[in-house]
């Protein structure tokens, strides 16, 4: 059944979706379990997760920074997770577990992070929206804040979607 948010006239995914997409995205994608990566939030306008600051993520030993490639694949698995979001929306048609098979091909294409300031926190907190979903190519926008929501790194990506 398809839900409508009517304070915002927007479309919502079951709860069986997002936990599904949430189980791929924590478990199943090993990498993110490396990185920390936890889902915050799943909705067909935009994606959040969030990381928190440990030992292993430290790219600079003097200064307790999170390392560059934790930012840029933190934002580049965000980027994918709003994408697979803005797929699910497109095929609200479909139950939940049809259209949880429809990721198979998603992959990145193009990344670029643009890092603004050093990254010092106790987490960060991350965000990814589409900005064009096409039949064969989406394009993404990502951010990356610390705790106290200052802006650390934005990033923009493309990914292969069929």
Do not use: C, W
């Amino acid at each position: 059944m398809i839900k409508k948010n009517a304070a915002a006239g927007m479309v919502e995914f079951e709860e069986e979706f997002v936990a599904g997409l949430t189980s791929i995205f924590e478990e199943m994608i090993v990498f993110n379990q490396v990185l920390g990566l936890k889902v915050t939030s799943i909705r067909p306008d935009g994606v959040s997760g969030r990381i928190a600051m440990r030992h292993e993520l430290i790219g600079h030993y003097s200064h307790n920074r999170v390392h560059g490639g934790v930012i840029s694949a933190g934002l580049d698995a965000m980027g994918g997770l709003a994408v697979m979001a803005a797929i699910g929306a497109r095929h609200m048609d479909e139950a939940p577990q049809q259209r949880l098979h429809r990721f198979g091909k998603l992959g990145t294409i193009d990344l670029r992070i643009d890092y603004l300031r050093p990254g010092i926190s106790d987490h960060f907190e991350l965000h990814a929206e589409v900005l064009r979903l096409g039949s064969r190519v989406a394009t993404t926008r990502m951010e990356f804040r610390g705790a106290d929501g200052k802006l650390f790194s934005t990033g923009a990506g493309a990914y292969i979607v069929s």
